[in-house]
Each structure stands twice: as structure tokens, then as C-alpha cells.
């Protein structure tokens, strides 16, 4: 008789621990998609800032040329040269 009472409740723990970690897999399936989204959207922004630095490389690297600083000078500030006029679009 105490076989079957050792047999059923060893049943019962060996059903516990398989729920247990069939719902312990589900929820570490569930993080690593969420990590994998998450290192995707890193790796965007690694790729968009790398761009962003290589403009800004450009620019340091061109700081010291006449026409970049001219550029700047126009387009960012709004100054212009001697003798240049200026015409503002005023239908928009």
C-alpha cells in the first residue's frame, strides 16, 4: 500500500515540476524576444549616430577651409557678403 502513495504523489511532483518549468521556459522565451527587439533597436541607433559622427568628423576636419566656413556662415547665421542681396519668400 505505501508504494502506491509513493508512486502517486511521486506523480505529482514530477507533473508540479514539469508546469513549472514549462511556464519558466515561456517566460524566458518572452525576455529574450524582448532583448532581441531591444538589441535591434540599438544596433539602429549604433548605425544612425556612426553617420551622424562621420558628418561631424567632416565638418571638424573641414573647419580650417575658407568656403566651408563661408557655407556655415550663410546657411547657420544668416550673414552675407558684402555687395549680395538678400530676397525673402513672403507668399508662403
Not at 23 to 44: D, F, G, H, V
Request: glycine share 2%; charged share 25%; no cysteine.
Amino acid at each position: 500500500m505505501k508504494t502506491t502513495k509513493a508512486s502517486l504523489i511521486t506523480k505529482i511532483v514530477i507533473f508540479i515540476l514539469i508546469v513549472y518549468l514549462a511556464i519558466t521556459l515561456l517566460n524566458l522565451r518572452s525576455r529574450i524576444q524582448s532583448a532581441t527587439t531591444q538589441y535591434n533597436e540599438l544596433q539602429s541607433q549604433v548605425v544612425t549616430q556612426t553617420a551622424k559622427n562621420a558628418v561631424v568628423e567632416e565638418h571638424i576636419r573641414n573647419s580650417d577651409d575658407e568656403d566651408t566656413v563661408l557655407e556655415i556662415a550663410k546657411e547657420k547665421l544668416g550673414l552675407v557678403e558684402e555687395g549680395e542681396v538678400v530676397f525673402y519668400d513672403t507668399t508662403n
